[in-house]
């Protein structure tokens, strides 16, 4: 990401091998660059932003929206899978699987080309994020089991080829806020008993960074994953915050990161709970340092508000259809 100018006639370029997105709020600007880059290196002028590395983007006068319909379609085609029954839940609630399966082997280089696959299409699903990170865990000697884990994903992808992310134009011109949730489940690893960390940040109502990972170390207790997650939310937060005072040439304010865990609150903000903390490893203790800096604000949210649940667990029907609105998939077109 490069940037130049400053106020109406900043530019950010965004560059990835030989492609560039540019992007400003003066059109003549944004021209005159172009004419600088072209008197440089051959280039060629695509216009309007409508595709970028597989992901199809479309501008409305009401917002962007950001979907990988080509590509999951063709997930579905290389798995002969472009005419199943759809599902409406990536995984089953409750589901679970593990390395010491006893059922049949299966072709471990197809398993891995899919779940790679998938792996590619959560960069704009995020209610892929929490199953495709499960099956992702087999990748060595995968079973019939596991496979059966990713056809229901891929079933879920048939009835949601058209989703995507949505981002809506904020009325307001005042910078937006960025908002952070984590959350955790306890042992859900049957294999080692560690927990998965979710982490979603929004820049006001739209989701912009999102995270389901299995944890490194065993948590003893659900204030524990809970504070593991939130450590890990801290740092991706503090990054974000920079990134966006870079980009915006504004000093970053803090960020609020929403916790539904008053334990892990308390955790966060006082130091002097030894006990309970001391056998922690002391990377996880980064985000006291955040509280007390003032770069991360620990707030606390009910789970019914969690929107990084759908981040840490499979999800009934009824609740992650909720959760997948609320974070912003949507059908697109």
């Known amino acids: 990401m490069y940037k130049r100018g400053k106020g109406k006639d900043r530019l950010l370029v965004g560059i990835y091998v030989d492609d560039l997105l540019i992007t400003g709020a003066d059109e003549e600007e944004i021209a005159r660059f172009k004419l600088q880059m072209k008197e440089l290196f051959k280039m060629s002028d695509l216009g309007l932003l409508t595709y970028y590395l597989g992901i199809e983007v479309h501008q409305k006068p009401e917002g962007i929206t950001l979907c990988q319909e080509a590509y999951a379609k063709k997930i579905l ?62 990748m060595e000697a995968p079973t019939t089991e596991h496979w059966a884990a990713v056809k229901q994903i891929l079933r879920y992808i048939k009835g ?22 984590s959350d955790s489940d306890l042992a859900g690893d049957i294999d080692d008993r560690k927990s998965t960390s979710g982490v979603a940040y929004f820049l006001g109502r739209n989701i912009v960074s999102w995270l389901s990972q299995k944890q490194k170390v065993v948590a003893l207790s659900s204030c524990e994953a809970e504070y593991i997650a939130a450590a890990t939310a801290a740092g991706q937060g503090v990054w974000l915050e920079r990134l966006l005072g870079d980009l915006t040439e504004k000093e970053p ?8 865990n008053k334990s892990t609150i308390a955790l966060c903000k006082n130091p002097v709970h030894h006990d309970r903390s001391k056998h922690i490893d002391i990377r996880y203790h980064y985000i006291r340092d955040c509280v007390e800096e003032g770069k991360i604000e620990v707030n606390y949210i009910c789970t019914d508000d969690q929107l990084a649940d759908i981040l840490t667990k499979s999800l009934g029907r009824q609740k992650f259809t909720e959760m997948r609105g609320r974070i912003g998939v949507q059908a697109v077109k």
């Open 77 to 138: 085609e290389s798995c002969s899978m472009e005419d199943c029954n759809p599902s409406h839940v990536p995984m089953e609630p409750r589901l679970k699987l593990s390395k010491r399966s006893q059922a049949p082997a299966v072709d471990a280089t197809e398993y891995r080309s899919v779940v790679g696959s998938l792996r590619y299409l959560v960069n704009t699903r995020p209610d892929l994020a929490y199953s495709v990170g499960v099956v992702s865990r087999f």
């Open 160 to 181: 949601t080829t058209n989703f995507g992310c949505v981002y809506l134009r904020e009325k307001r011109k005042e910078m937006v806020e960025l908002l952070g949730y």
């Open 253 to 260: 304010e803090g960020v609020v990161l929403y916790v539904d």
